[in-house]
């Protein structure tokens, strides 16, 4: 079973940094897509960065493009999320996600397993 667990959220004034961590376990992930996403409060889930466990090619939505890093650690089989320059728009709950497919995609529902979520906060 896989299994996925966030961890590195909390609270970060603005212009600060945060890194993020998510622990993957129950499979070998070496042909998948790991993203991360997040969701703030009234609003829909969205993407924010993905990284393809094979050969470490990134992907980021445009509104972290330059401020956040997606990265992979084989040996600890863990995905980080480094943030930084955080906005009070930053906040939200953020997501890690698993996808069975080499091939990159934004969309939620290209994503076959999630974890359950870290909360960052960023005050102004």
């Known amino acids: 079973q896989v299994q996925l667990v966030e961890s590195g959220g909390g609270l970060v004034q603005a212009g600060g940094s945060l890194r993020l961590s998510c622990a993957a376990s129950g499979r070998t992930f070496s042909s998948y897509v790991m993203g991360w996403f997040r969701q703030a409060p009234g609003k829909e889930r969205e993407f924010v960065a993905a990284i393809r466990w094979s050969g470490g090619s990134t992907y980021y939505a445009d509104s972290v493009k330059g401020r956040f890093t997606i990265s992979r650690d084989n040996a600890k089989n863990t995905v980080y999320l480094q943030m930084n320059s955080l906005k009070p728009e930053d906040t939200a709950v953020y997501y890690c996600?698993?996808?069975?497919?080499?091939?990159?995609?934004?969309?939620?529902?290209?994503?076959?397993?999630w974890g359950q979520g870290t909360q960052v906060t960023v005050s102004s």
């Open positions: 996600a698993a996808r069975q497919s080499p091939r990159f995609t934004t969309t939620q529902s290209g994503y076959d397993y």
